[in-house]
């Protein structure tokens, strides 16, 4: 740790405590050098650098709950790394300060939280980027940064049946609303970006990102691709994508569907001919039908159902079981919405989608609890983590019972 930073640390007054201790170390720092603040983020970016060796997914410092340590995901466990040193809460709390812009000052005062991009630039000359956010625990900082995957799995390396890989790429579909679900860590960001990267390979056209923060920055090649961040670039999801309408696109990507306005926004955008792509924070496909509607009072859901049966195309909900032999697997359940899913969603008959996916094998449909099964058969997951990740678990042991 610099020297300067402990100082640092002592010098805030003991009557300051919360934001407001917090304050005093952020004006602390905007009157650093130039020198003395890369010194911070050298510091830190030491940390950083040790993920893609170790094969980590996340980092996580700050706040009383890591006792001081750097804890690295690594293949889904996260575990203390005690080789690098411990610190005090408020020397944590000074580096990640350091790493706000201004503007990511101002939401965490307001919110308690701020969400950015960091990139680090490697000696192999490759800049690695990260999605990060940084909280408050109880009253000082935390922080996770994510790690960005540095190239585009292909859509053919995902295990889509082809009816759904034609149905992401607009040449075949070219509107409607397409969704890709999962919580946090189940790697949605990895299928979108491999949605959007075989759309750019595939049309000519436009596409608008509108993500916070940014992760992968994807290189135009037929197609013009526009990454904009709420906050810097847009001040919301919302008014990004009643921008994009008015900015020619073909495809609008939303990074999350956080809100109703953010909802109404994407249903808008599908109704006026855009194909939409998007993500929830859901486990299943019925989950996030149900879930779309529930963000609304009761008085709009009706509304709310019929518009979203006229426009949703697909949903994809996914997991990530650990392999046999070390990393992690995708598993999915996959739902393309026919005319009986349709009239499902219509008619608030959602229990009985389960079974449409269940039997819509040739329509390119899967049930969580039949992908979970078909990794079992190929040796990639045993049977207990199957059933551990399975939603239906008494679907995936008849399933079982048959093998």
């Known amino acids: 740790m610099p020297p300067f930073v402990r100082q640092l640390a002592r010098s805030a007054p003991k009557l300051l405590a ?19 603040r890369e010194q911070l983020r050298g510091f830190v970016e030491q940390y950083v650098a040790k993920m893609h060796p170790m094969g980590a997914s996340d980092l996580d410092m700050g706040g009383p709950a ?15 790394h005690f080789e690098l040193g411990v610190a005090s809460n408020d020397e944590v709390d000074i580096l990640i300060l350091n790493l706000l812009s201004e503007r990511n000052q101002d939401d965490l005062w307001e919110v308690q939280s701020a969400d950015f991009s960091y990139q680090l630039d490697a000696e192999d000359g490759m ?27 292909p859509l053919d390396g995902l295990g889509f049946h082809p009816v759904i890989q034609k149905g992401v790429l607009f040449s075949n579909v ?65 008014v990004g994508v009643s921008q994009a309408l008015r900015q020619d696109p073909d495809i609008i990507m939303i990074g999350e569907m956080r809100d109703p306005e953010t909802i109404d926004a994407a249903i808008e955008a599908a ?14 496909a019925v989950e996030s039908l149900d879930r779309i509607v529930a963000e609304y009072p ?56 389960y079974q449409m996916i269940w039997e819509g094998g040739r329509q390119g449909m899967i049930t969580l609890e039949q992908d979970l099964f078909r990794l079992v058969r190929e040796r990639k997951i045993t049977p207990d983590i199957g059933l551990q990740y399975a939603n239906n678990k008494r679907r995936f042991q008849q399933l079982m019972q048959t093998a």
């Open 271 to 284: 109704d006026t001919g855009h194909k939409v792509f998007s993500t929830l924070h859901t486990a299943s």
């Open 127 to 153: 800049r690695k980027r990260f999605r990060c956010t940084a909280y408050y625990d109880n009253q000082h900082l935390g922080v996770c940064l994510r790690a960005i995957n540095e190239e585009v799995r």
């Open 298 to 353: 009761p008085y709009e859901q009706e509304r709310v159902r019929s518009r979203l049966a006229d426009v949703l195309n697909l949903v994809v909900s996914q997991k990530l079981p650990p392999k046999i032999g070390g990393g992690r697997v995708l598993a999915k359940e996959v739902l393309w919405v026919t005319a009986s899913v349709k009239a499902a969603i219509h008619n608030n008959n959602t229990g009985e989608i």
């Open 66 to 80: 890591t006792l001081g340590r750097v804890w690295y995901r690594v293949d889904g466990d996260k575990t203390p």
């Open 174 to 238: 070219r509107s409607g609303l397409a969704l890709v679900t999962g919580v946090t860590g189940s790697g949605k960001s990895t299928t979108l970006d491999a949605i959007i990267d075989a759309n750019n390979q595939d049309f000519d056209g436009h596409i608008v990102i509108i993500a916070k923060p940014l992760e992968y920055v994807h290189n135009p090649q037929r197609c013009i691709i526009r990454h904009r961040e709420v906050g810097p670039d847009v001040p919301s999801f919302k």
């Open 18 to 36: 919360g934001e407001d201790r917090l304050r005093f170390y952020a004006e602390q720092i905007g009157r650093l050098s130039v020198d003395h």
